[in-house]
């Protein structure tokens, strides 16, 4: 069977080609620019774009991964209703589809569907802690506000094994699945977390809201993003901090945890020499 990953070349769009490849599966990879993928040679690489469905190969595709938002600037996607009628116009059998933090115009028309869907909801990936590697190389710190706020993150691997699983395994249709690693940490948790995994020492600095707004904004983030990031972080939803076993039930191995995380990425974080 071959399955279609949208959004291949994401953190979470690579873990899931990377285990549907593992489960002996043929994948086709739908990216923008196919010639900086970078994706398994086994893997059959096309072009195509999510806000226009006319790009997406569906043809003799039997399980698609999708996503609620796309682009640069991480804007939801409206034309869910197009990519899924042709989906299922192809023959489609199974789809999964990662949430944007909220109920988003894809998520409602692979719900509304004929197809076997199921919704993904992973809370904060444990991999956007790379967002802190340049300041953790030159200056030996992470500045983030709200130290006391818990998240429980959820290793990228995890998010797409599971997406994996649903998708050639079955069984999980009409399924929404809230997923987390098994803990719930601070800033600062996993900070100290990174620290132990490098070996040196990495300092917390609290930043307030109004500097990390100013920021994120100097970065190029969109200032509707920002107030989504900073909304989720100060107002944390329950689901965002409490841990739910649905990485475990589906692949019957523990979730793993950021200070494994950690140790994968040390290198990312490995402060130069001074």
């Known amino acids: 069977m071959t399955i279609l990953v949208a959004g291949?070349?994401?953190?979470?769009?690579?873990?899931v080609v990377g285990e549907l490849l593992a489960l002996g599966q043929q994948v086709r990879a739908v990216?923008?620019?196919?010639?900086?993928?970078?994706?398994?040679?086994?893997?059959?690489?096309?072009?195509?774009?999510?806000?226009?469905?006319?790009?997406?190969p569906f043809d003799g595709v039997?399980?698609?991964?999708?996503?609620?938002?796309?682009?640069?600037?991480y804007a939801e996607l409206l034309s869910g209703p197009e990519l899924v009628r042709r989906a299922e116009k192809a023959g489609v059998?199974?789809?999964t589809v990662l949430w944007s933090g909220y109920r988003s115009p894809m998520e409602e028309a692979v719900t509304a569907s004929s197809l076997e869907w199921t919704v993904l909801r992973?809370?904060?990936?444990?991999?956007?802690?790379?967002?802190?590697?340049?300041?953790?190389?030159?200056?030996?710190?992470?500045?983030?506000?709200?130290?006391?706020?818990?998240?429980?993150?959820?290793h990228e691997g995890d998010i797409g094994a599971v997406a994996a699983a649903v998708l050639v395994r079955g069984g999980h249709g009409g399924r929404t699945y809230t997923l987390t690693g098994p803990e719930a940490l601070t800033v600062p948790?996993?900070?100290?977390?990174?620290s132990a995994a490098t070996g040196q020492e990495i300092r917390y600095v609290e930043q307030s809201e109004d500097e990390a707004r100013a920021e994120m904004l100097a970065a190029?983030?969109?200032?509707?993003?920002?107030?989504?990031?900073l909304g989720w972080k100060r107002d944390m939803p329950a689901e965002g901090y409490t841990v739910v076993p649905t990485v475990e039930d589906v692949l019957g191995r523990p979730a793993r945890s950021f200070a494994e995380w950690a140790?994968?990425?040390?290198?990312?974080?490995r402060q130069r020499s001074r």
Do not use: C, Y
């Open 8 to 15: 291949a070349t994401g953190n979470a769009g690579r873990q």
């Open 31 to 56: 990216t923008r620019n196919a010639a900086l993928a970078r994706l398994p040679e086994q893997v059959e690489v096309v072009e195509g774009d999510l806000t226009r469905p006319e790009t997406i």
């Open 62 to 73: 039997t399980g698609v991964h999708l996503l609620s938002n796309a682009g640069t600037d």
């Open 93 to 95: 059998r199974r789809i």
């Open 122 to 154: 992973p809370m904060d990936f444990m991999s956007n802690a790379l967002v802190w590697a340049e300041s953790v190389r030159e200056k030996g710190e992470v500045r983030e506000p709200f130290a006391g706020a818990r998240s429980a993150l959820v």
């Open 189 to 194: 948790q996993q900070v100290a977390a990174i």
């Open 220 to 229: 190029g983030r969109p200032a509707e993003i920002v107030d989504v990031l």
């Open 263 to 269: 140790k994968e990425h040390a290198g990312d974080f």
